[in-house]
């Protein structure tokens, strides 16, 4: 599914689209562009492996899906994300990565990303639209803030792997 966004910046109007990269059983159904969105999605996770389509792949095996926004044939920013349902929240929209472009940050693009994720959720029937980040984060904060977003909650982890 492709679908186009306007936005405004404040002295122009930025398009872009929003590509599914997996469809409605986790498939990839566009592999270039995921090949692609990989320099983009190091820029949050530069510890993913070598193999990335690999490890791509078996994420979405997992039930996850994957969107990014392209502008000028270029992808500027990726959403990974997957419908969960636990007893605290009911069925939530939990996005495992959204990252912009570093160099494309403020203009739209995360904004395109939570906005594609926010009607997937209403679609879904979702009462929640979830993600964690990490805590040194701070304008990743300013930013889900700005979208509305709280933080009802702790995420406590435990490493199991060394």
């Known amino acids: ?29 566009e592999i270039e562009w995921l090949k692609q969105s990989e320099a983009v999605h190091r ?6 492996p070598v193999e990335y389509v690999g490890r791509m792949r078996s994420v979405f095996g997992s039930g996850a899906d994957m969107v990014v926004g392209v ?9 990974v994300f997957r419908i969960i349902e636990n007893t605290y929240s009911g069925r939530e929209l939990y996005c495992d990565d959204l990252v912009t472009d570093e160099t494309l940050r403020s203009t739209g693009v995360g904004h395109a990303l939570i906005d594609h994720m926010e009607k ?19 304008q990743a904060h300013k930013f889900y803030f700005r979208e509305g977003m709280t933080i009802p909650a702790f995420h406590f982890s435990k490493p199991l792997k060394k």
């Open 120 to 138: 997937l959720a209403i679609d879904c029937d979702c009462d929640y639209l979830t993600l964690d980040s990490g805590t040194q984060r701070h």
């Open 71 to 79: 502008r000028d044939g270029k992808v500027c920013g990726i959403a």
């Open 1 to 29: 599914m492709n679908i186009g966004f306007s936005f405004r910046r404040p002295t122009e109007t930025v398009r872009m689209k929003i590509i599914s990269i997996t469809n409605t059983i986790h498939d990839i159904v």
């Open 43 to 48: 820029q949050l996770r530069p510890a993913l």
